[in-house]
C-alpha cells in the first residue's frame, strides 16, 4: 500500500467514519477477523447475534410483537440461528403494508432516513435505514473491494447514476482517486473518453454496473484496445456468464461479483477462487428454500431467503427478496476463509437497450428516471426495433399525453436518444419465478 493509501486508511476513513457515526471501521476489521475464527467461534457469533435480534424486534417492533403473540413466543424460544424458522417469511406486501403504519420501525438513535429499492423485482419498496445499517453495508463494500485486491489509494474507475457530483463527493472521488463515471451515458464518445483516461493515467481497477463494464469492455475490443487491468467488481444487477467473458477478455483480468439487496443488506462476494461467492456471515443468515418455503438441499436452486443480522430501524428477517440461489455443498472455500459460500446467484434477469447512435441503457437507467414518476406502479420496457421502445406501464389513474411526455423529455435528457411509445396494461406478467422483467431486447 502507498503513503497515501496508508494515510486514508488509517486517517481519513476513521476520522469520517468517527464523524458519520457509521461504525464502519470497527465492523469492516470484524470482517477481517471472522473470516480467520475457527468453526465453531463463528457459530457462536452469529447465534448470539440472532438472540440479540429476536429480543429487540420483541421488544420494539409491534409487527413482530404481534407475529411472536399469535404463535405464543418469546425470546427464549431462540437459542440459535436455525430457530429463526419459527417465524414466518416475510414478503414485500407484508413491509409495503406495515411499513406506512409504522408497525415495521423501531426507534432507533442514530440518523435514519428512508430508502427505495430498485423495485427490479417488482413494484418499488421503501425500507427506513440509520447510520449503524449504513456502516454494515460500506463495511461490506470495502470487504467485497479488498477480495478483488484492491487498497486506499488504488486510482479507480466507478460508474455510477449521481449526475451530479456534490461538493462532498467530488471530495471523496478526489480523496478515493476515484473516476466517476456516468451509467446513464454510454455512447462511443464517451466509452472512447473513460478508455483513454484508463490508459493514460494508468488506471488498473474498475467497479460498478455488470452491464456498463460489459459496454466498456465491449468498445475496447471494437477499437483494438489492449489494456490489462488487475480487477474488475461487479454489483447491481446480474452478471451474465457472456458479460463475465467478454470483460475478463478485454481487460485481462477477473470479476469479482458482489451480491446484495437496496432493501439495506449486502449478502456476498467473491474472492477469486472458482466463482463461488463468500456470505458476509457476522451481518447476514441466508436459507434457500423451495416455493412451499421449505428448505432445498445445498447445490440446489431456491428462492433466497435474507436475515439482517443488524436490526437497523427496520428489521428484516426471514425476508423472500425475490431472487434465485444455490448455497455450496462445499464445506469451505480454497481460500481458507471460514465464511459459509454461495454457489451461484440466479436473479434480476435485465437485458440491455442499445439505441440508433450505440448508446447503451441498462436496467438502472430506467429505474433512476422512472422512479421519479410515482403515477407508475410498474413497467417493463420492451425493445423490438432498433429505433423505438415501447414502455408498457401500471397505474391506478389514467396519465394524461403531457405526464407521458414528461417521462419522455426525462428519459431523452438522461441519454435515451431513441423513439417511445407507451401502452397501459392491468399487470406485468412475471416469469415461472415470481419476477418481473424490467427490460427486454429482443433486437440481435
Known amino acids: 500500500m502507498s503513503l497515501r493509501g496508508a494515510l486514508l486508511k488509517n486517517l481519513v476513513f476513521p476520522v469520517a467514519d468517527w464523524w458519520q457515526q457509521f461504525g464502519a471501521q470497527s465492523k469492516f476489521q470484524t470482517l477481517l477477523n471472522a473470516q480467520n475464527w475457527d468453526r465453531s467461534t463463528l457459530i457462536a457469533h452469529r447465534d448470539a447475534k440472532a438472540r440479540e435480534l429476536v429480543q429487540t424486534v420483541y421488544s420494539e417492533v409491534p409487527f413482530y410483537q404481534k407475529i411472536f403473540a399469535d404463535r405464543s413466543l418469546t425470546p427464549k424460544d431462540f437459542q440459535s440461528l436455525s430457530d429463526l424458522t419459527k417465524l414466518p417469511i416475510l414478503t414485500k406486501d407484508a413491509i409495503r403494508e406495515n411499513f406506512v403504519s409504522g408497525r415495521m420501525q423501531r426507534p432507533s438513535k442514530f440518523k435514519t432516513y428512508d430508502v427505495c429499492s430498485s423495485g427490479s423485482t417488482g413494484t418499488n419498496l421503501v425500507v427506513r435505514e440509520d447510520t449503524d445499517t449504513t456502516g454494515m453495508l460500506y463495511a461490506c463494500h470495502l470487504y467485497g473491494l479488498k477480495l478483488s485486491g484492491w487498497n486506499f489509494g488504488d486510482r479507480h474507475v466507478q ?196 439505441t440508433p447512435s450505440g448508446n447503451r441503457l441498462i436496467v438502472h437507467f430506467f429505474t433512476g428516471t422512472l422512479n421519479k414518476f410515482p403515477a407508475i406502479k410498474h413497467f417493463q420496457v420492451v425493445q423490438k426495433e432498433k429505433d423505438r421502445i415501447l414502455i408498457r406501464w401500471v397505474s391506478e389513474e389514467s396519465l394524461t399525453h403531457s405526464y407521458l411526455d414528461e417521462i419522455r423529455s426525462a428519459l431523452s435528457q438522461r441519454g435515451a436518444d431513441i423513439s417511445v411509445d407507451f401502452e397501459r396494461v392491468e399487470e406485468i406478467p412475471t416469469t415461472k419465478e415470481g419476477k418481473r422483467r424490467f427490460v427486454i431486447s429482443e433486437v440481435q
Open 159 to 354: 460508474f455510477g447514476f449521481s449526475m451530479k457530483r456534490t461538493f462532498f463527493k467530488a471530495l471523496k472521488d478526489r480523496a478515493l482517486s476515484c473516476e466517476y463515471a456516468f451509467s446513464g451515458i454510454l455512447r462511443n464518445e464517451a466509452l472512447d473518453r473513460l478508455l483513454d483516461k484508463i490508459e493514460s493515467q494508468k488506471i488498473k481497477h474498475v467497479h460498478g454496473f455488470p452491464g456498463s463494464i460489459f459496454s466498456l469492455a465491449e468498445r475496447a475490443r471494437q477499437t483494438h484496445r489492449s489494456i490489462k487491468l488487475d480487477a474488475v467488481v461487479t454489483w447491481g444487477d446480474n452478471l451474465f456468464e457472456h458479460y463475465r467473458r467478454s470483460i475478463e477478455s478485454a481487460f485481462q483480468t477477473r470479476v469479482f461479483d458482489t451480491y446484495g439487496c437496496a432493501e439495506g443488506i449486502t449478502v456476498s462476494a467473491q474472492c477469486g477462487h472458482g466463482t463461488n461467492y463468500h456470505l458476509y456471515a457476522p451481518f447476514v443468515h441466508v436459507e434457500v428454500v423451495d416455493d412451499e418455503g421449505k428448505p432445498v438441499p445445498k447445490g440446489t436452486l431456491g428462492h433466497l431467503i435474507l436475515t439482517r443480522l443488524i436490526p437497523g430501524t427496520t428489521p428484516l428477517i426471514r425476508y423472500r427478496v425475490g431472487d434465485l440461489g444455490v448455497l455450496s455443498a462445499q464445506e469451505k472455500c480454497a481460500c481458507g476463509s471460514s465464511y459459509d459460500i454461495m454457489d451461484s446467484i440466479q436473479g434480476r434477469d435485465t437485458d440491455l437497450i442499445v
